[in-house]
């Protein structure tokens, strides 16, 4: 037994934690872990979540876990192997196993690099890549594979190649989202160049709903088609255990003899989802970007047409109370590390879950209260239903139980919500299978702005089937000014005046558009998802090409109304040019700078003319009445009404002459805000010029990107 490497663990016990739970790369931490002890003449790995490590030599295997270490490779050895001596030290032990011909073959671990695809320049804003971290930390705790992290918000494609090239990776993962297939395509071909030997997995939404034209293309690819830790587990195990059987893989699709296999489907446990790993983590900071987190997967609603996120598994699950707490104590450790005000935007699709089940709700108040009891609080977004604060089916009690469990989560740190509306047609919401009674819905949002919550909503205005009257009515809904509500405290009485649908009088009414992120948004029909389905089954003419779709999975649907047909065009050609600035100031405004208020007044104004852009065409679309359109109108500037100044003579004109007012405004905004010598990131400065210049019209239907 080596007695220099206990020595110098023992001599060095104070320092170790300190060093595995530094926020940076494995590759780094292992480095100074290995400089620390021993000068780097002995390698280190890393493993369990970053609580443990091990060294070996010709004889032995020695393993180094502070005693809260739990599962994974830890669990492994204690079961299969065989421990010669456990060393007790102040916070942790070491324990020594003998190494067999079966151990040295458990240690001899693939190379697997996880690439977050994404276009930096389409896109200059920089979020944590939680998918691709959660696959890395899953394999590292379970010492599975030498796992390197290749970000695109910060990497070149050329990098990412030549780091293939040099290093001989034996899998590539590659997490395809909206708009990445062309970019999946170049990298497939040029890290099959770069070392033919690798196996390459594609993965995420894209890749796991167009996987037929993928394996098509690609034959050699694999794609996964669901979540990812246990498929590249499973392939892992394979190649440590020299075998080829694709059929043991969960969640796969592959190509084997001119046919397409899908393997069987696995869901992983939510405690069992380590922390993710914190590889890009310095560099994300240094681009002044957010952090994400997730505490579940899944949707306990699960049946909106429109939604194609089956992949991850319909049914909503949750981690326990405890591993919550574990996982924000170390995101709260890492902004103190960083000196970072702490933010988080959390991933999953529905924060609270199922509220009727009892469980599910203690679940979420029990770790309310421990943020709070260890004051651990941080700001953070959620997304969730509106039928979980206003539910016709449950009593009041309920939503009272609801509105304290928020008002719990809004003194730890909660700010902003997303909430899908989607619509303010009865009908159009009937074919989204939204399961949303609309009045009830406003009740709820009623009661959130009024308790100080920041509202995001999503809105569908637009779809396939849609009719003039349905138009019309996602207008009057996003026209309204009695549900975004001021925030104050409110009475019992109050509050029971919403609950029975009756709003309390306010003092700072605004338009509910306000709130929506995008105001004149189509429905994309996407591959997959129930809405698509029916379209193929009941309206196959619409579709222009029913085997094809596009960068973003969407099938090409022409619309029933061709006036509508025409609206929603020239409202996807103003989203699709407006796209890229919006989204930097979006993603600007999330790091929370002081220039945060100038950022939301851009947004709001760009709001502002989609909403008059979004009036002014459904008139001259024959969809409401010019008496209507003066209405709204009126109501946004009862001094100056913008409609004398807009060419109505054809539709086209009325989108140059709405684009040339809003420029008009930002320019005169940026130039007053420029005389306060404030200073802006360079690429917003860049996109802003190149939006100057160009138009709206000159812009296609279809993004590419």
């Not at 394996?215 to 080829?244: D, M």
């Not at 592959?254 to 296999?261: G, K, P, R, T």
């Not at 009740?443 to 637009?462: E, V």
């Amino acid at each position: 037994m080596n007695q220099n490497i206990l020595k110098r663990i023992r001599q060095e016990e104070a320092t170790i934690p300190a060093l595995l739970f530094q926020g940076k790369s494995l590759e780094k931490i292992e480095d100074d872990l290995s400089e620390l002890l021993f000068g780097k003449s002995i390698l280190v790995n890393v493993c369990n979540e970053n609580m443990a490590f091990y060294i070996s030599d010709s004889h032995y295997l020695y393993f180094y876990c502070l005693r809260v270490t739990q599962g994974g490779f830890h669990q492994e050895l204690e079961q299969e192997f065989f421990c010669v001596e456990t060393i007790k030290l102040s916070h942790a032990f070491v324990k020594v196993f003998n190494i067999n011909d079966r151990l040295r073959q458990r240690i001899q671990l693939p190379k697997v690099l996880l690439v977050n695809l994404h276009y930096a320049e389409k896109y200059p804003s920089y979020r944590f890549a939680l998918g691709i971290a959660d696959i890395a930390g899953y394999l590292r705790k379970y010492n599975l594979a030498k796992v390197t992290i290749a970000d695109m918000q910060f990497m070149e494609k050329s990098e990412i190649v030549r780091l293939i090239s040099a290093m001989h990776y034996d899998y590539v993962g590659l997490s395809t989202n909206f708009g990445h297939f062309s970019l999946m395509e170049e990298l497939i071909l040029d890290i099959s160049n770069a070392y033919a030997e690798c196996k390459i997995i594609a993965g995420n939404y894209l890749a796991a709903t167009e996987f037929r034209h993928i394996l098509g293309l690609y034959p050699k690819v694999l794609v996964s088609s669901g979540e990812g830790e246990l498929t590249f587990a499973a392939l892992c195990r394979n190649h440590i255990n020299n075998q080829q059987d694709l059929s043991l893989v969960p969640n796969l699709y592959y190509s084997e003899n001119c046919s397409i296999h899908f393997t069987y489907r696995q869901l992983i446990e939510m405690d069992e989802l380590p922390l993710p790993a914190f590889d890009s983590v310095e560099t994300l900071f240094s681009y002044d970007g957010v952090m994400t987190l997730e505490f579940s997967r899944g949707c306990n609603y699960g049946k909106c047409s429109f939604c194609p996120r089956k992949f991850k598994g319909l049914s909503w699950r949750g981690m326990s109370p405890h591993h919550m707490l574990k996982m924000w104590k170390r995101y709260h450790r890492l902004f103190q590390e960083y000196q970072k005000k702490p933010y988080i935007y959390f991933a999953d699709e529905e924060f609270l879950g199922n509220c009727k089940d009892n469980y599910i709700y203690e679940r979420a108040k029990a770790f309310l209260e421990s943020v709070s009891s260890k004051n651990l609080h941080m700001d953070f977004d959620i997304s969730c239903r509106l039928d979980q604060v206003v539910d016709k089916s449950r009593s009041l009690a309920w939503s009272r139980q609801q509105i304290t469990l928020l008002e719990q989560a809004r003194h730890v740190g909660l700010k902003r919500i997303f909430l899908g509306l989607e619509s303010g047609s009865p009908t159009q919401l009937k074919r989204y299978n939204k399961g949303l009674d609309l009045e009830q819905a406003m009740c709820s949002l009623r009661i959130l702005s009024s308790m100080g919550f920041t509202l995001r909503l999503g809105f569908i205005t637009f779809d396939p089937l849609m009719t003039k009257e349905e138009v019309a009515q996602n207008l009057q809904m996003i026209s309204r000014k009695d549900v975004l509500l001021s925030a104050r405290p409110m009475s019992d009485t109050e509050l029971m005046a919403i609950l029975w649908q009756k709003a309390p009088p306010t003092t700072d009414p605004r338009f509910l558009f306000e709130a929506v992120s995008y105001p004149a948004s189509p429905l994309e029909v996407l591959r997959g998802c129930d809405y698509s389905k029916y379209i193929l089954q009941n309206y196959k003419e619409l579709i222009d090409s029913p085997n094809s779709t596009d960068y973003f999975g969407r099938l090409k649907c022409n619309y029933l109304d061709q006036d509508i047909q025409q609206l929603c065009n020239l409202c996807q050609q103003w989203v699709n040019f407006h796209f890229p600035l919006i989204y930097v100031l979006k993603g600007l405004a999330k790091r929370h700078d002081c220039n945060v208020e100038f950022y939301h007044k851009m947004i709001g104004l760009y709001r502002y003319f989609t909403y008059v852009l979004l009036v002014c065409l459904s008139y001259r679309l024959s969809v409401i009445s010019e008496t209507d359109m003066f209405t709204y109108l009126t109501a946004l500037s009862p001094e100056h009404p913008l409609a004398p100044e807009i060419d109505f003579s054809d539709a086209e004109k009325v989108v140059f002459s709405i684009e040339t007012a809003l420029k008009n405004r930002v320019r005169d905004y940026m130039d007053e805000i420029t005389h306060e010598e404030v200073s802006f990131p360079p690429r917003l400065l860049e996109i802003y010029d190149c939006w100057l210049k160009t138009s709206v019209l000159s812009e296609d239907v279809v993004r590419k990107n």
